[in-house]
């Protein structure tokens, strides 16, 4: 056979090859799905819309580590109200996008939720929160894993405000205390 013959049906065999790969690529860019629309506010995060204040959620600040209530049209577009929760409903981080860090909690009563970077604790835990059992208005307590006596509230601490949102930085409040419903939560579109 000459040279010739064998550099041909190279590459008639390296065309057929090459011929295979691309159907293949293509097949595989047609057979794999781009994001889909129901992922889409995953990706972008979801508020976390009081149980009793139904027009508040909860953002962390851009300017120290405190997390406040905020009004929901407030909080449209804003990426320090959008979280991400990350493991399974009973022990999770929550990640807020606009921070850049994750929700932490330090013990005891009625003490200030914080904003830090993911892992500074010393104490995981103090990183990690859980989903309560759903309540018949529809929401969960967002409990404190290190100590799930203790929730997030929203209800402001003033005697004469105790049917409002919080005005000051958010802390946590004893499911015990009374007033359990805005101690609860639900995860809501950012849209």
Wanted: aromatic letters at 8%.
């Amino acid at each position: 056979m000459s040279s010739s013959t064998r550099v041909s049906r190279s590459r008639g065999r390296l065309g057929a090859r090459l011929a295979a790969a691309a159907g293949l690529a293509a097949l595989c860019i047609t057979a794999v799905p781009a994001t889909s629309a129901s992922a889409a506010p995953a990706a972008a995060g979801v508020m976390l819309q009081n149980g009793r204040f139904n027009d508040a959620v909860l953002c962390a600040s851009p300017d120290n580590q405190s997390l406040w209530m905020v009004s929901k049209d407030a909080a449209k577009g804003n990426f320090y109200c959008r979280w991400k929760q990350f493991g399974p409903d009973w022990q999770f981080t929550l990640y807020n996008l606009g921070k850049d860090q994750v929700m932490a909690f330090h013990g005891g009563n009625e003490l200030p939720v914080v904003m830090e970077p993911e892992g500074s604790s010393g104490n995981g835990n103090d990183e990690l929160w859980s989903w309560g059992g759903q309540e018949g208005w529809g929401a969960a307590a967002l409990q404190s894993f290190l100590d799930s006596g203790q929730n997030v509230d929203a209800r402001t601490p003033y005697l004469d405000g105790r049917d409002k949102p919080r005005t000051d930085p958010v802390r946590t409040r004893g499911w015990r205390h009374g007033d359990q419903r805005e101690l609860t939560w639900t995860k809501i579109s950012p849209n």
